[in-house]
Protein backbone atom coordinates (compact mmCIF):
# COMPACT_ATOMS: atom_id res chain seq x y z
CA UNK A 1 0.00 0.00 0.00
CA UNK A 2 1.02 3.67 -0.25
CA UNK A 3 2.91 5.66 2.86
CA UNK A 4 1.68 9.07 3.77
CA UNK A 5 4.02 11.22 5.84
CA UNK A 6 2.70 13.02 8.48
CA UNK A 7 4.21 15.62 11.05
CA UNK A 8 5.58 14.06 13.91
CA UNK A 9 3.11 14.06 16.40
CA UNK A 10 4.92 14.31 19.62
CA UNK A 11 6.72 17.44 18.40
CA UNK A 12 4.16 19.06 16.09
CA UNK A 13 0.11 17.60 17.21
CA UNK A 14 -1.41 20.42 15.57
CA UNK A 15 -0.09 19.56 12.15
CA UNK A 16 -0.18 16.36 12.82
CA UNK A 17 -3.87 15.92 13.25
CA UNK A 18 -4.69 18.25 10.62
CA UNK A 19 -2.75 15.99 8.22
CA UNK A 20 -4.29 13.19 9.42
CA UNK A 21 -7.84 14.44 9.28
CA UNK A 22 -7.14 15.52 5.71
CA UNK A 23 -5.98 11.62 4.92
CA UNK A 24 -9.37 10.77 6.45
CA UNK A 25 -11.06 13.22 4.05
CA UNK A 26 -8.95 12.14 0.82
CA UNK A 27 -9.29 8.65 1.39
CA UNK A 28 -12.34 8.32 3.53
CA UNK A 29 -11.47 4.33 5.53
CA UNK A 30 -14.09 2.26 7.46
CA UNK A 31 -11.26 2.49 10.36
CA UNK A 32 -8.66 3.66 11.16
CA UNK A 33 -6.17 1.44 13.11
CA UNK A 34 -3.46 2.34 15.31
CA UNK A 35 -0.58 -0.30 15.72
CA UNK A 36 1.48 1.26 18.26
CA UNK A 37 1.55 4.34 20.69
CA UNK A 38 0.64 6.52 18.06
CA UNK A 39 -2.64 5.08 19.51
CA UNK A 40 -2.81 8.38 21.83
CA UNK A 41 -2.36 10.40 19.27
CA UNK A 42 -4.92 9.10 16.87
CA UNK A 43 -7.45 8.63 19.41
CA UNK A 44 -6.98 12.55 20.12
CA UNK A 45 -6.90 14.12 16.34
CA UNK A 46 -9.92 11.93 15.99
CA UNK A 47 -12.02 13.53 19.09
CA UNK A 48 -10.43 16.87 17.94
CA UNK A 49 -11.23 16.91 14.35
CA UNK A 50 -14.18 14.86 14.28
CA UNK A 51 -13.24 11.20 12.85
CA UNK A 52 -13.28 9.55 16.57
CA UNK A 53 -15.95 7.10 15.26
CA UNK A 54 -13.85 6.05 12.82
CA UNK A 55 -10.97 5.11 15.20
CA UNK A 56 -10.38 1.91 16.39
CA UNK A 57 -9.36 3.19 19.85
CA UNK A 58 -10.74 3.61 23.59
CA UNK A 59 -11.05 7.21 24.21
CA UNK A 60 -8.00 9.49 25.91
CA UNK A 61 -8.31 9.22 28.90
CA UNK A 62 -9.08 5.04 29.30
CA UNK A 63 -5.89 4.58 26.54
CA UNK A 64 -4.24 6.52 30.02
CA UNK A 65 -5.45 4.54 32.31
CA UNK A 66 -4.43 1.65 30.34
CA UNK A 67 -0.80 2.78 29.62
CA UNK A 68 0.10 4.12 33.58
CA UNK A 69 1.42 1.78 35.77
CA UNK A 70 -0.54 3.44 38.69
CA UNK A 71 -3.55 3.78 37.46
CA UNK A 72 -3.51 0.28 35.70
CA UNK A 73 -2.78 -1.78 39.02
CA UNK A 74 -5.54 0.17 40.61
CA UNK A 75 -7.80 -1.06 37.82
CA UNK A 76 -6.53 -4.67 37.82
CA UNK A 77 -7.39 -4.40 41.23
CA UNK A 78 -10.72 -3.39 41.06
CA UNK A 79 -11.53 -6.12 38.64
CA UNK A 80 -10.91 -8.55 41.61
CA UNK A 81 -7.28 -9.38 40.57
CA UNK A 82 -3.95 -8.94 42.81
CA UNK A 83 -1.50 -6.67 41.21
CA UNK A 84 1.70 -6.19 42.88
CA UNK A 85 1.36 -2.92 45.35
CA UNK A 86 2.66 -0.05 43.23
CA UNK A 87 3.87 3.02 44.46
CA UNK A 88 3.98 6.79 42.42
CA UNK A 89 7.33 8.59 42.55
CA UNK A 90 7.21 12.11 42.09
CA UNK A 91 10.84 13.07 43.45
CA UNK A 92 14.69 12.51 44.41
CA UNK A 93 13.66 12.62 47.95
CA UNK A 94 10.34 9.88 47.20
CA UNK A 95 13.18 7.42 45.70
CA UNK A 96 15.34 7.30 48.55
CA UNK A 97 12.90 6.15 50.36
CA UNK A 98 12.81 3.24 48.60
CA UNK A 99 16.32 2.71 48.54
CA UNK A 100 16.74 0.27 51.33
CA UNK A 101 14.02 -2.15 49.81
CA UNK A 102 15.27 -1.53 45.90
CA UNK A 103 16.33 -5.09 45.92
CA UNK A 104 12.55 -6.50 46.15
CA UNK A 105 11.21 -3.75 44.10
CA UNK A 106 10.83 -3.01 40.32
CA UNK A 107 11.44 0.26 39.33
CA UNK A 108 10.20 2.00 35.50
CA UNK A 109 8.36 5.45 34.45
CA UNK A 110 4.81 5.28 34.89
CA UNK A 111 4.25 6.06 31.40
CA UNK A 112 7.02 4.30 29.17
CA UNK A 113 6.91 1.79 26.07
CA UNK A 114 8.16 -1.86 25.39
CA UNK A 115 9.55 -1.80 29.06
CA UNK A 116 12.23 0.62 28.39
CA UNK A 117 14.31 2.20 31.19
CA UNK A 118 12.95 -1.11 33.72
CA UNK A 119 14.94 -1.49 36.57
CA UNK A 120 14.20 -5.35 38.22
CA UNK A 121 15.74 -5.45 41.92
CA UNK A 122 18.68 -3.14 40.85
CA UNK A 123 21.35 -2.28 43.31
CA UNK A 124 20.60 0.88 45.67
CA UNK A 125 23.35 2.74 43.63
CA UNK A 126 21.59 1.75 40.58
CA UNK A 127 18.76 4.44 41.80
CA UNK A 128 21.20 7.40 41.73
CA UNK A 129 20.29 7.83 37.62
CA UNK A 130 16.83 7.93 38.42
CA UNK A 131 15.13 11.46 37.87
CA UNK A 132 11.70 11.17 38.92
CA UNK A 133 9.46 14.26 38.85
CA UNK A 134 6.09 15.52 39.15
CA UNK A 135 5.48 15.77 35.78
CA UNK A 136 7.81 12.21 34.64
CA UNK A 137 6.93 10.01 37.49
CA UNK A 138 8.20 6.37 38.30
CA UNK A 139 6.45 3.85 40.09
CA UNK A 140 7.97 1.31 42.22
CA UNK A 141 6.12 -1.78 42.26
CA UNK A 142 7.19 -4.87 44.46
CA UNK A 143 8.79 -8.00 42.61
CA UNK A 144 6.59 -11.17 41.44
CA UNK A 145 8.59 -14.30 40.59
CA UNK A 146 7.02 -16.11 37.65
CA UNK A 147 6.44 -16.51 34.22
CA UNK A 148 6.49 -13.56 31.70
CA UNK A 149 3.72 -13.40 29.43
CA UNK A 150 2.80 -10.77 26.45
CA UNK A 151 -1.13 -10.90 25.87
CA UNK A 152 -2.48 -8.81 23.11
CA UNK A 153 -6.48 -8.26 22.45
CA UNK A 154 -8.95 -6.53 21.18
CA UNK A 155 -12.51 -5.57 22.15
CA UNK A 156 -15.64 -3.72 20.88
CA UNK A 157 -18.17 -2.75 22.78
CA UNK A 158 -16.69 -4.25 25.88
CA UNK A 159 -16.74 -7.69 24.24
CA UNK A 160 -13.52 -9.67 23.60
CA UNK A 161 -13.26 -10.55 20.23
CA UNK A 162 -9.71 -11.79 19.87
CA UNK A 163 -7.47 -12.54 22.25
CA UNK A 164 -3.65 -14.08 21.65
CA UNK A 165 -1.01 -14.98 25.16
CA UNK A 166 2.85 -16.45 24.89
CA UNK A 167 5.64 -16.73 26.43
CA UNK A 168 8.33 -13.76 25.55
CA UNK A 169 11.16 -14.49 23.56
CA UNK A 170 14.15 -11.89 23.52
CA UNK A 171 14.24 -10.22 20.29
CA UNK A 172 17.88 -11.65 18.85
CA UNK A 173 16.08 -15.64 19.59
CA UNK A 174 13.06 -15.08 17.62
CA UNK A 175 13.72 -16.28 14.09
CA UNK A 176 15.36 -19.58 15.37
CA UNK A 177 11.83 -19.53 18.05
CA UNK A 178 9.56 -19.76 14.73
CA UNK A 179 11.60 -21.70 13.00
CA UNK A 180 11.98 -24.38 15.64
CA UNK A 181 8.01 -24.66 16.28
CA UNK A 182 8.82 -22.86 20.17
CA UNK A 183 6.54 -20.32 18.98
CA UNK A 184 4.00 -19.82 15.96
CA UNK A 185 4.68 -16.21 15.10
CA UNK A 186 5.60 -13.13 16.77
CA UNK A 187 3.88 -9.86 17.44
CA UNK A 188 6.31 -7.34 18.46
CA UNK A 189 8.71 -4.85 17.05
CA UNK A 190 11.34 -7.39 16.10
CA UNK A 191 13.78 -5.53 13.04
CA UNK A 192 12.68 -6.70 9.12
CA UNK A 193 16.28 -7.01 7.84
CA UNK A 194 17.65 -9.04 5.14
CA UNK A 195 19.21 -11.83 7.58
CA UNK A 196 15.95 -12.39 9.17
CA UNK A 197 13.73 -12.79 5.49
CA UNK A 198 16.01 -15.57 4.79
CA UNK A 199 14.87 -17.46 8.26
CA UNK A 200 10.96 -16.72 8.58
CA UNK A 201 8.57 -14.14 6.75
CA UNK A 202 7.20 -10.97 8.21
CA UNK A 203 4.05 -9.28 7.97
CA UNK A 204 3.72 -5.55 5.98
CA UNK A 205 5.64 -3.23 7.81
CA UNK A 206 3.80 -1.00 10.22
CA UNK A 207 6.24 1.28 11.56
CA UNK A 208 9.80 2.23 10.66
CA UNK A 209 12.49 4.17 12.98
CA UNK A 210 16.12 5.01 12.96
CA UNK A 211 18.76 4.85 15.33
CA UNK A 212 20.27 8.17 17.37
CA UNK A 213 23.77 7.76 18.92
CA UNK A 214 24.02 10.71 21.93
CA UNK A 215 27.11 11.74 23.04
CA UNK A 216 28.82 14.02 25.65
CA UNK A 217 30.33 17.22 23.54
CA UNK A 218 33.41 17.29 25.10
CA UNK A 219 33.60 14.11 24.39
CA UNK A 220 35.06 14.46 21.10
CA UNK A 221 33.84 11.89 19.33
CA UNK A 222 32.55 12.79 15.96
CA UNK A 223 31.57 8.90 14.44
CA UNK A 224 30.15 5.49 15.26
CA UNK A 225 33.83 3.90 14.42
CA UNK A 226 35.15 5.92 17.60
CA UNK A 227 33.11 4.33 20.08
Not at 111 to 116: I, L, P, V
Not at 189 to 203: E, G, K
Request: with cysteine; proline share 7%.
Amino acid sequence: GRLHRLAPPRYAFDAFARGLADLVDRLDPKLIVPTCEEVFYVAEAGRRLGFVERVFAPSPEVLRRLHSKLAFADLAREAGLNPPTTRQIRSREGLALRRDRARDLVFKPEFSRFASHVLIRPRPDALKRLKPTPDAPWVAQDFVEGQEICIWSAAVNGEVRAFAAGEIVPGLQVADAVQNGTVDMECGSTTNNTARQNQVSFAPTTFVTNVRTAVKASSGITSIAQL
